[in-house]
């Protein structure tokens, strides 16, 4: 996982919280496959020992992308 990638996931969900997997997959100008690896890492899955910054959390047929509590003390974000 590039770091960039990462900084530019966290600063994305700072400055617009709970966006769709595939939105923020084209934004950031990655697939999702891509973008589901750095939720691996970035994630709040136990099993995967991720650092717990972002979740994801599924609105009907979405799966959207939130900030941890962890993860907005991180950004800055109140």
């Avoid at 750095?38 to 099993?47: A, E, W």
């Amino acid at each position: 996982m590039s770091d960039h990638t990462a900084l530019a996931l966290l600063r994305l969900l700072a400055e617009e919280d709970g966006q769709p997997l595939h939105r923020v997959a084209r934004k950031l100008g990655i697939g999702v496959a891509r973008l589901q690896y750095v939720l691996g890492t970035l994630g709040d899955d136990p099993q995967h020992e991720g650092l717990d910054l972002v979740m994801q959390l599924r609105d009907g047929q979405r799966l959207r992308l939130w900030l941890t509590r962890k993860g907005r003390r991180l950004c800055g974000v109140a």
